[in-house]
């Protein structure tokens, strides 16, 4: 998977598309494509860039957003002023993994962007994908939905921040080894913590095998 998540963001306001294009670029592991200002221009760099996620909005000069969401296999949230409940179902019905009605700020844009990194890392693992797995990409993309704090709370999570309390400086395969989990998982849980804010990741020179 790659570092850096591009984004094409599909509206018809040049100074709006704009705005939300800086929003994007601001979020570390982010990079907007150069917005498309109608429905069928965004189909055409769809298919020829196939950025990893599309914002939508809904009114489009020339098309509905809601009708492209229906025609695209690329993940896509919905940005858009249309409130209304019709609206809202379509989209979720047509998979928008998210739904944010304008104005929003940045922050707000930030949240679900960073939850749509970790909902990409954790169904990015090899193997069997398990119920906890899958409920943790949905937690992800669903930051603020009733079962998010599960993730906060988690048995796992405590552990890997309780190994970090005892050596501040440590690599994924100490933390992994300390917590008895694999260095992928040990790698999931500091990147989402990273994400979060509550601890930071640097790269280590002059070592081999110890990320």
Do not use: C
Not at 99 to 109: D, W
């Amino acid at each position: 998977m790659s570092n850096t998540f591009s984004v094409l963001i599909v509206e018809d306001d040049f100074h709006v598309g704009r705005l939300h294009a800086g929003y994007v670029d601001a979020v570390p592991g982010f990079h907007a494509l150069p917005p498309a200002p109608t429905a069928a221009e965004g189909l055409k760099v769809i298919t020829a860039q196939r950025p990893d996620l599309v914002l939508l909005d809904v009114y489009l000069p020339d098309a509905s957003g809601l009708d492209l969401l229906r025609t695209i296999d690329t993940d896509a949230m919905m940005l858009s002023a249309a409130s209304d409940p019709e609206s809202l179902r379509k989209a979720m019905r047509r998979g928008a993994l998210a739904y944010l009605i304008k104005p929003f700020s940045a922050e707000v844009l930030a949240t679900r962007l960073r939850g749509y990194a970790r909902y990409r890392r954790v169904l990015s693992e090899t193997g069997t994908v398990t119920q906890d797995r899958l409920e943790s990409a949905w937690q992800a993309l669903h930051p603020n939905s009733p079962t998010a704090g599960a993730k906060s709370n988690s048995a796992t999570e405590i552990a890997v921040l309780a190994a970090l309390a005892t050596r501040g400086d440590q690599s994924a395969a100490d933390v992994a080894a300390a917590v008895g989990i694999s260095r992928t998982t040990a790698q999931r849980y500091l990147s989402s913590l990273a994400d979060d804010g509550a601890i930071a990741i640097t790269l280590r020179y002059g070592t081999t095998g110890r990320p």
